[in-house]
């Protein structure tokens, strides 16, 4: 099955919590406001223990047990507000640093540059050109053509580079998948559905090709295995035992998902 022209969850960076196992979530939410006037999500679900996120946007998330009393979980709150204000103006602070190390937006004028496979290129055009093309560090571009039908150019791109790597790694885990679409999810790299189907952000090809492949790979997995307890690592390690890397390298560069 290949890619349709048509989300990896964008994990948080810092996380409290009394158990390092999540439970099965449901869709059980509710907003709620800490003293200081951060916001914060309660999730309930079938898990066992409390747990405190502040992920790479800056949400406050709090999962918590499907019983648990409201006084309980004010009570939790409340004891680790001090963690999630400086937490959060942590957070924040690295945003913002990040944002400023991003390229100008790309509009496709001539010298303008473009992240591309973990590189930036250097947008020029050229006469006689009738579509985009990638040469040493330069995006060939031809005369006239307008920046919806670059990012359609690289659409194409990112199905190309993500079918090959779904055959790959889906030989390698010995999966199959029911179908297997591009995303414009701006919080997801992939997400794979209880159903077996995936969702793969077409913005993967501002990534790392490192990167690409462990996004896929880490999909294929919750065909096998539908949590992240330790079969699904073990099983994600023995196909890209360079996990560790790959997470870092896309929580440093989070923000691509949402470059253009």
Known sequence: MHLQPCGLNLRGFFIFTNSPRDGILTAMKKINRLPCGINYKVIRSSRKTIAAEVNIAGDVIVRIPMRLSDDAVRAFIESKSDWIERTVKKVTARRMERQAALPPPFTGADGDNLPYLGTLLT???????????????????????????????????????????????????????????????????????????????????????????YVVAH??????????????????????PERKRAERWLKENFLLINYL
Not at 139 to 156: K, V, Y
Not at 219 to 240: D, M
Request: proline share 4%; net charge neutral; aromatic share 8%.
């Open 123 to 213: 947008a020029i055009h050229r006469i006689g050109e009738t579509e985009p093309r990638v040469e040493g560090d330069m995006l060939i571009l031809p005369p006239g053509i307008e920046l919806p039908s670059i990012i359609q150019w690289l659409r194409a791109r990112a199905a190309d580079e993500l079918n090959a790597r779904l055959q790959r790694y889906g030989e390698l885990l010995g999966v199959g998948w029911k179908s297997a679409r591009l995303s414009d999810a701006r919080t997801r790299w992939g997400m794979c559905s209880g159903k077996n189907s995936l969702n793969l952000s077409w913005r993967l090809i501002f990534c790392t090709p490192e990167a690409i492949d």
């Open 219 to 240: 999909e294929l997995c919750h065909i096998k295995h539908k949590n992240h307890g330790r079969n699904f690592y073990a099983e994600l390690e023995h196909v890209y």
